[in-house]
Nanobody, 126 residues
Framework: QVQLVESGGGLVQPGGSLRLSCVVS????????IGWFRQAPGKEREGVSC????????YYADSVEGRFTISRDDDKNTVYLQMNSLKPEDTAVYYC???????????????????WGQGTQVTVSS
């Protein structure tokens, strides 16, 4: 059974940092991509970042480029999203999701992703 479980969300002040984790299990394929998405109240879900296990390619939304870093630890079957210099507009529920294949044109489309985690709340507020 395929599962993705996020953790690491919480309340942080503007300018602070958080590290989200996504533990993945149950995949039978050798290669896949893991993306991070977020959804704020009243807004559409948006792609934040993605990492492709085939070649290590990483992708970022313009709004987080230079502040967020995605990485993976294959021994722990975990993908991380390090979030620095957080802003109030980063407040959202963050989800990780799995896709069979992504490209630089498609990674941020949620329709590409097959399995989703339950989400973790990130709140940036003073």
């Amino acid at each position: 059974q395929v599962q993705l479980v996020e953790s690491g969300g919480g309340l942080v002040q503007p300018g602070g940092s958080l590290r989200l984790s996504c533990v993945v299990s149950g995949f039978t394929r050798d290669y896949y991509a893991i993306g991070w998405f977020r959804q704020a109240p009243g807004k559409e879900r948006e792609g934040v970042s993605c990492i492709d296990s085939r070649d290590g390619m990483t992708y970022y939304a313009d709004s987080v480029e230079g502040r967020f870093t995605i990485s993976r630890d294959d021994d722990k079957n975990t993908v991380y999203l390090q979030m620095n210099s957080l802003k109030p507009e980063d407040t959202a529920v963050y989800y990780c999701a799995e896709a069979s294949f992504v490209s630089d044109h498609s990674w941020s489309g949620d329709w590409k992703y097959n399995y989703w985690g339950q989400g973790t709340q990130v709140t940036v507020s003073s």
